[in-house]
């Protein structure tokens, strides 16, 4: 992604992740409760790691709850 893209990519990165969460799909979490990056990765259609899985988890897990 070009640098300015990174917000678009960040904002798709956290909601793939609120999808993972409501999914709420087991195999799609590490024993520790991360999202897998295999998982999130097929969500958002492009190649991450997981630094990318922990900021995005980090957004979504502070972010004021959102009835979406």
Known sequence: ?????????????????????????????????LPKVKSLAAVVGFRIDISDVRAAWEEYTQAPFKEV
């Open 1 to 33: 992604f070009p640098s300015h893209d990174k917000i678009d990519r960040q904002v798709a990165l956290v909601e793939g992740v609120r999808k993972l969460a409501l999914a709420n799909n087991s195999d799609d979490f590490t024993a520790g409760g």
